[in-house]
């Protein structure tokens, strides 16, 4: 059984920055496709960023290309999150699953493991 856990969320400002960190047991990163996700109160579960084994490859959603990238050192990936906005607001998750492609990472169903998320709030 996969465990996943985040830690590294908190309350910000706006244009503030946050590192989140998820470390796997048993050790993942470099057999899974890793992912974090983000769902604010209402809204559905969405993709933020994804990063292949091997830390090589990245995917990084439209809405987060130029603040945030995703990283792997051995066990644990990483998000960074720079100059936060309010709308960044939601608990983040991370994910696991096999391998897939640019198209498909965003998509839930696809993840066999999630952890229990770490929540992020930014004011303005």
């Known amino acids: 059984q996969v465990e996943l856990v985040e830690s590294g969320g908190g309350s910000v400002q706006a244009g503030g920055s946050l590192r989140l960190s998820c470390t796997g047991s048993?050790?993942?990163?470099?057999?899974?496709?890793m992912a974090w996700f983000r769902q604010a109160p209402g809204q559905e579960r969405e993709g933020v960023a994804a990063i292949r084994p091997g830390g090589v490859i990245t995917y990084v959603a439209k809405f987060a290309q130029g603040r945030f990238t995703i990283s792997q050192d051995k066990d644990t990936v990483y998000l960074q999150m720079n100059s936060l906005k309010p709308e960044d607001t939601a608990m983040y998750y991370c994910?696991?699953?096999?391998?897939?492609?640019?198209?498909?990472?965003?998509?839930?169903?696809?993840?066999?493991?999630w952890g229990q998320g770490t929540q992020v709030t930014v004011s303005s």
């Open positions: 994910a696991a699953g096999p391998s897939m492609s640019a198209y498909t990472w965003p998509s839930i169903r696809r993840y066999g493991y």
């Open positions: 048993p050790y993942t990163s470099t057999s899974d496709f």
